[in-house]
């Protein structure tokens, strides 16, 4: 077991670094709250097709979400154990979302087809 | 009893141990989210009829929550970056905003929960179908009503109020014909006998798939919230004393929850997209 009581001026070297990353902070938050209106205004407008709306909105999702990751959790300069560890996320993610899409493709588009036939209907074919 | 800590980053990785494990810990959560989204994209792509969710959902109030989402994730990164410089005071204050905006998020999101197990559907004998409001021996807007709770409670009728516009279905554009007819027929209320009806059900989730998933997900996500904002309001009670004792412990403890919840910020922003707006 291992206690660091370290003093409040350890922080000190930090002081310039933090505090001219702030600005940058705010930006973000900014960028954030003009995607948000961007993704509402995009889900008004039509472009064509439904899958073309959704794909133009979870474009912009994914946008906000890299600044959050990148910037407010700090991955644009991580050490290198997580970059490892979110990579392998990445990757089992990235499967279990194609692999559900790819997957879907099979599916029948209207179930009819599937439901039972009613009483009389079983009964007329026999 | 004191609980083993440490603030060295350690040799191998460059990073102490707390930070480790919340990103192990977030790996598991993205993990987590990911078999639910699947599940909404196999539930959505399979059904015959997905619901126009602009007719269900409010959007103004979603976009409302979405913002106060994303000021609380650039509050809780500059608590941080208060404490690293050393001004426990300014940590006070944006951690303390952190703590307000979580409360606004569950707040109006208990407003939104409640606005929906007060709304019905109603299918009848005869084959009509409809989204409405109820009132039930006098009672306006009950909860959880069913059509097995009504012949239970050997209720005879009820009073039904109808939406101007069915739910699911797209809204009409303003000012069109449809529109007009909609505003017409606003709020038409009849009686309704409950011999006649064949299904009577609130916007919960055994109303239909899109609610479950609906609830499903935003409910996980607000347990997260909740979770959240239990977490950050502990640390931003004992501050004072923790981080005159032990500030880098502090400092990474801020550090590791604000991580937590720009996670809970960043599946909100995916969640809100697909639940709300497609």
């Not at chain 1, 600005?23 to 899958?51: E, N, Q, R």
């Not at chain 2, 929906?116 to 409405?132: A, F, L, P, R, V």
């Not at chain 2, 990474?252 to 707006?277: A, M, Q």
Request: net charge neutral; hydrophobic share 50%.
């Amino acid at each position: 077991m291992s206690h660091d009581h370290s003093p409040a001026t350890a922080h000190a070297h930090d002081d310039h670094d933090v505090s001219k990353h702030i600005k940058g902070y705010l930006m973000i938050g900014g960028f954030l709250l003009i995607g948000t209106a961007l993704t509402v205004w995009a889900a008004t407008m039509h472009f064509g097709s439904d899958a073309l709306n959704i794909g133009i909105g979870l474009l912009i999702a994914t946008a906000k979400a890299s600044l959050v990751a990148l910037y407010f959790m700090h991955l644009i300069s991580e050490k290198t154990a997580i970059y490892m560890f979110m990579s392998v996320t990445v990757f089992f993610f990235t499967g279990l979302v194609v692999l559900t899409l790819w997957a879907s493709h099979d599916l029948p588009l209207n179930s009819e087809h599937l439901r039972l036939p009613k009483p009389e209907a079983a009964a007329a074919a026999h | 009893m004191d609980i083993p800590y440490t603030t060295t980053p350690r040799e191998d990785t460059g990073l102490y141990n707390a930070k480790i494990g919340i990103w192990l810990f977030l790996a598991s959560e993205v993990m987590l989210f990911g078999a639910l989204f699947s599940s909404y994209i196999l539930l959505r792509v399979g059904a015959d009829w997905w619901p126009a969710p602009r007719s269900i959902l409010n959007i103004p109030i979603g976009t409302f929550n979405t913002a106060v989402l994303i000021i609380s994730s650039v509050t809780v990164v500059l608590a941080w970056a208060s404490l690293k410089m050393n001004r426990l005071d300014r940590f006070k204050i944006f951690q303390g905003i952190t703590i307000l905006c979580a409360l606004i998020f569950v707040g109006v999101k208990s407003y939104e929960y409640s606005e929906k197990w007060m709304h019905y559907e109603i299918w009848t004998k005869d084959g009509q179908n409809y989204s409405c409001h109820i009132e039930v021996n006098g009672k306006k807007n009950p909860m959880f009503y069913t059509h097995n709770k009504l012949a239970e409670q050997n209720i005879t009728e009820i009073t039904v109020t109808k939406d101007p516009h069915k739910y699911g279905d797209p809204l009409p554009d303003k000012g069109s014909a449809e529109a007009s007819s909609a505003a017409d027929h606003a709020h038409e209320t009849v009686v309704v006998q409950t011999a006649d009806i064949k299904r009577l059900s609130a916007f919960v989730p055994a109303h239909s798939t899109y609610f479950a998933i609906y609830f499903t997900l935003t409910g996980l996500h607000a347990l997260h919230v909740i979770g959240g904002v239990v977490v950050m309001f502990y640390l931003w009670v004992t501050a004072g004393a923790w981080f005159k004792s032990r500030p880098e412990q502090f400092t990474n403890r801020i550090e590791v929850s604000g991580l937590f919840w720009h996670f809970v910020d960043l599946v909100w922003i995916f969640l809100f997209p697909i639940l709300y707006l497609m």
